[in-house]
C-alpha cells in the first residue's frame, strides 16, 4: 500500500506541476499587455513601463513563473490588477459561492441517477428502460447552459418559484443562498445525472449475473429484496468512482452556469478577469480549479485502491 500511495503521489505532483507551466505558457501567449490596457492607449511609454515594472511585467518568462509558482506555494497568489486587493482575497469569497454550487448539484445529481440507474437495471430490455435510457441520452446531449435557460423561462419568469440569477449572500439566510443556487444546481445536474444513470444501470446489470445473485434468489429472496439487499450495495464501487470525479468536474464546469446565472462565483471571476486581461487572477484561479480536479481524482484512487486490492498489487 506504501508504494502504491507513493505512485500516486508522485503522480500528483507531476500533474500539478506540467498544470501550472501549461496553465502560465497558453496565457503567455495571449495578445495584448495588462498594463497598457489599464492605463488605455493614449498613455505615454514611461507610465507603462512603470505600471510593469509595478505588477511584476517586467522579467522574463521563467522569473515570473518561478515567482508566480513560489508565491502559491506559500499560499500568496498575488495582487490582481484591476481591483488591487490581494487575489486569494478574491477567490475566497467567490469559491463560497461555487464550491456549495457544486455540492449540492452533485447531491442532486445523486439523488436522481441512483434510483433511475437501478430502476432501468430491474427492468432491463423492456420500454421502460429504453425509455429512460433515452431521456439519460438526451440529458447528455443537451448543453447545460440551454437547459439553465429554460430553467429560468419557466420557474423564475412564468411560475416566480426561484429566482432567475443573482445571489444574496449567505448573509440574508440559508435558504435564500439556497433558492438562489436551486436553478443553477438542476442545470449543472442534469448531465451528470445522466452519466452517473447509465453507470449505475450498467454496474447493476453486471452484479446481477453473478452467482452470489442466483444463490440468493434460490434462498427464496425476490427479485426487489435481492437487487436491493446485495446487488445495489455492490454495484456502487464503480458509482462512488464516478461521483468523486464529478465533484471536479462540476466546481470546473460552473462557468458557463454563474454567467448564465450572474453568479458571484469563481467560473464568473475568471471570465471577469480574461475580460480585463488580469492574468494574476486568471492564472490562479484556474490553477485553484486545476488543483482541486487533481486532488479530488488522487482521493478517489486511493479510495479505489483501498476498496480493490487487486490495483494496488499492480503497482
Do not use: C
Not at 485553484?288 to 486532488?295: G, H, N
Amino acid at each position: 500500500m506504501i508504494r502504491y500511495l507513493a505512485s500516486r503521489l508522485l503522480s500528483l505532483a507531476l500533474s500539478l506541476l506540467v498544470a501550472s507551466a501549461v496553465i502560465f505558457l497558453m496565457l503567455e501567449v495571449l495578445p495584448g499587455d495588462p498594463a497598457r490596457f489599464m492605463l488605455g492607449i493614449n498613455a505615454q511609454p514611461d507610465t507603462v513601463a512603470a505600471l510593469r515594472t509595478e505588477l511584476g511585467l517586467d522579467g522574463t518568462t521563467i522569473e515570473r513563473y518561478l515567482r508566480w509558482i513560489t508565491g502559491l506555494l506559500r499560499g500568496e497568489m498575488g495582487i490582481s490588477y484591476t481591483y488591487r486587493v490581494p487575489v486569494q482575497e478574491l477567490v475566497s469569497a467567490r469559491i463560497a459561492v461555487s464550491a456549495p454550487l457544486a455540492g449540492y448539484a452533485l447531491l442532486l445529481s445523486t439523488l436522481i441517477a441512483i434510483p433511475v440507474g437501478l430502476l432501468a437495471a430491474a427492468l432491463r430490455g423492456t420500454v421502460a428502460d429504453y425509455g429512460i435510457m433515452g431521456l439519460t441520452q438526451l440529458g447528455i446531449a443537451i448543453p447545460n447552459f440551454w437547459f439553465g435557460m429554460l430553467l429560468v423561462l419557466g420557474f423564475a419568469i412564468t411560475w416566480k418559484l426561484f429566482p432567475s440569477g443573482g445571489f444574496p449572500g449567505w448573509d440574508a439566510g440559508f435558504w435564500a443562498g439556497l433558492r438562489a443556487l436551486t436553478l443553477p444546481a438542476i442545470a449543472l445536474a442534469l448531465p451528470q445525472a445522466s452519466i452517473l444513470a447509465r453507470v449505475m444501470r450498467s454496474a447493476v446489470i453486471e452484479v446481477l449475473s453473478q452467482d452470489f445473485i442466483r444463490t440468493a434468489r434460490a434462498k427464496g429472496l425476490s427479485r426487489t429484496q435481492a437487487l436491493t439487499r446485495h446487488a445495489l450495495r455492490n454495484a456502487l464501487v464503480p458509482v462512488l468512482t464516478i461521483l468523486g470525479l464529478q465533484f471536479s468536474f462540476l466546481l470546473a464546469g460552473a462557468i458557463i452556469i454563474e454567467n448564465v446565472f450572474y453568479l458571484p462565483g469563481l467560473g464568473r471571476l475568471i471570465f471577469q478577469a480574461i475580460n480585463q486581461r488580469d492574468l494574476i487572477v486568471v492564472e490562479s484561479a484556474v490553477m485553484l480549479l486545476v488543483f482541486a480536479v487533481i486532488t479530488v481524482t488522487f482521493l478517489t484512487d486511493i479510495a479505489y485502491g483501498l476498496a480493490d486490492p487487486r490495483l494496488r498489487r499492480r503497482k
